[in-house]
């Protein structure tokens, strides 16, 4: 119960961590695609050096109109009196701006250009202003038309020249009752030097206000100065036309990255999701009612990770339906025994003849040890996979390794009487695998031992070693009766034994065999039987082939050698065989 509840929370969980609106790999794709436009438009909107050549195009065009209409008052507005020296008698003549003249020409091109025009005279007092408020005692309001469309757009105007004037250290412009060259530094500028003067100043609602100051000159005389003024409207308006473009390309811009990053997102997130979830359902409920969804039509890497994982559940499902068969196979195999004891037993207490009960005891004792025998085996074969999965590989020499193990079974092989042939390629050959060294000799041991078995006395067993392209088959030949027809793979299922006469019935578990196929169907190889047969078809014994991948020398890696280390291993086994199951 309580292990069945916390499967039951730990699938709750899953399922609610990613049960969510939004998904959080789509998140990072719509976060990834906005950082370009995002940083595009940051930039763009700063437009340092746009608006600095609008602005000096605006001020050299702001600079020419105050000249020319410096040089029409020049022509036009200035009129010479002519006075005498009280000592010396002598008339001077003194040239001076004409203030009605100049006034009148001054509000008229103001009219026409839309700039403010201010006239000062050589002592830098304003006499004439094109607004009609010459030398008012109270200050000038100035008024700027707002140069957008809409109230929205000229918020959006005001936020943008706000953020771009905060980085700017230009001063404010202020106003008196009574202006005078003195005020603006271009137009005492223009009277003293006789040079034209430009300034920008900052007004009290953030926009900037531009000023040129020009002199007048009369045959080399400054006879006063213009000064020329008006807001950056025109510089606002490009400003705000290039704004504008670029926000409407970044919001085109913007709905399609996030129309993109949202299929995309779907179209990654969804099928992974998916996929985990039916991960969960698989994991937590019982039966196999649930698949992995098949998404193999997308031929990308998430159809391959679904191809992937319903060869993972299949593979999973095959383990559990070989666990079941292997349970019911090994209860079978262990009731045989315990049958017969228990029949020994309950026999044993009816009879009085001694030597009966002798026979039955013997019997109780084979069944003992056969069942101590088939329990090791179990035991050993149930550790294969999980020893073969924890055990990293070696490169191993087949030709040395099977030199070696030749050497360590003639002994126990002379003592029955049969000898050992080996049929192995040449010395500089290069036989060379991948995997555990300890479960191959296994492998080779348990064949050894079971042709060992079936062959007469005086026959010779034969130990070989062939190569193909890319694998290495190792084989063992006896001379013995052979494999009954048909039964060349019921021999490698499990439990299965086929012994000779001489004998005991029970001396071996039927494991041998399907072990030695676990192992090297686990090293990426094959095993197979066969007979061998004479011209005449008659069977001149049994001949088992285990083929396993070659690996070649460009791919092994400098720091490993492949070195035997089987006669460290095995000089000391035993000698005999009975304890190799087959």
């Not at 609610?16 to 995002?38: D, E, H, Y």
């Not at 830098?124 to 700027?144: F, N, P, Q, W, Y």
């Not at 603006?184 to 040079?195: D, P």
Request: charge should be negative.
């Amino acid at each position: 119960m309580i292990l069945a509840a916390s499967r039951h929370s730990t699938a709750t969980e899953g399922s609610m961590t990613r049960g969510r609106w939004v998904s959080p790999l789509m998140l990072r794709i719509l976060a990834v695609n906005l950082v370009a436009p995002l940083l595009l438009v940051a930039g763009i909107l700063y437009l340092n050096q746009y608006e600095r050549a609008l602005l000096d195009s605006e001020m050299e065009a702001l600079r020419g109109h105050a000249d020319l209409i410096a040089a029409a008052l020049g022509e036009g507005a200035v009129t010479a009196d002519t006075a005498l020296f009280t000592d010396a008698r002598i008339p001077v003549t003194c040239h001076m701006l004409d203030r009605a003249e100049a006034s009148a020409m001054v509000i008229r091109l103001g009219s026409l250009s839309g700039d403010r025009v201010r006239l000062f005279d050589s002592d830098g007092i304003l006499i004439a202003d094109s607004t009609g408020l010459s030398r008012k005692k109270h200050a000038v309001e100035m008024t700027d038309l707002p140069p957008l469309d809409n109230e929205r757009a000229s918020v959006l105007q005001g936020w943008i020249n706000a953020l771009a004037n905060s980085f700017r250290d230009l001063p404010d412009y202020r106003e008196s009752a009574d202006q005078t060259a003195s005020d603006y530094s271009e137009v005492l500028n223009a009277l003293e030097q006789g040079r034209t003067g430009l300034s920008l100043r900052v007004l009290s609602s953030g926009r900037r206000l531009m000023s040129a100051a020009a002199p007048i000159t009369f045959y080399r005389y400054v006879v006063g100065s213009v000064m020329v003024s008006r807001p950056d409207t025109a510089v606002a308006r490009g400003l705000y036309r290039t704004r504008r473009d670029i926000l409407n390309m970044f919001f085109s811009t913007l709905t399609v990255t996030v129309l993109v990053s949202a299929y995309l997102g779907r179209g990654l997130a969804r099928p992974v999701q998916q996929l985990a979830k039916a991960a969960d359902r698989v994991r937590s409920q019982r039966g196999r009612h649930y698949r992995i969804p098949d998404l193999s039509s997308r031929h990308d890497e998430i159809g391959d990770l679904s191809v992937s994982l319903r060869h993972m559940t299949e593979s999973l499902y095959q383990r559990m339906d070989e666990t079941e068969r292997f349970a019911a196979d090994v209860a079978h195999e262990i009731k045989n025994p315990l049958t017969s004891i228990r029949s020994a037993i309950e026999t044993i207490d009816r009879l009085d003849d001694s030597c009966k009960k002798a026979r039955l005891l013997n019997i109780v004792k084979d069944d003992v040890d056969r069942l101590d025998r088939l329990i090791s085996d179990i035991s050993d074969a149930s550790r294969v996979d999980a020893e073969l999965s924890r055990t990293e590989g070696t490169f191993i020499a087949l030709r040395p390794l099977l030199q070696i193990l030749g050497e360590v079974c003639t002994p126990a092989l002379n003592e029955h009487k049969i000898g050992i042939r080996l049929e192995l390629p040449e010395h500089d050959t290069q036989a060379i695998v991948h995997g555990s060294e300890d479960r191959i000799v296994q492998v080779l041991r348990n064949l050894i031992g079971n042709a060992q078995s079936f062959s007469p006395e005086g026959s010779t067993l034969t130990l070989g070693l062939n190569l193909s392209a890319s694998r290495a088959h190792i084989t063992v030949e006896d001379e013995g009766p052979g494999i009954p027809p048909g039964k060349e793979e019921a021999i490698f299922e499990r439990f299965y034994s086929e012994r000779p006469r001489k004998e005991a019935f029970g001396s071996h578990s039927g494991l041998g065999l399907s072990i030695s196929r676990q192992i090297v169907v686990s090293h990426g190889g094959t095993i197979h039987a066969e007979n061998r047969m004479d011209d005449a078809g008659n069977i001149m014994g049994a001949r088992f082939t285990v083929s396993l991948p070659l690996v070649t020398p460009l791919s092994l890696p400098n720091s490993e050698k492949p070195k035997p280390t089987v006669r460290e291993q095995n000089l000391h086994a035993r000698a005999d065989f009975s304890d190799a199951t087959g």
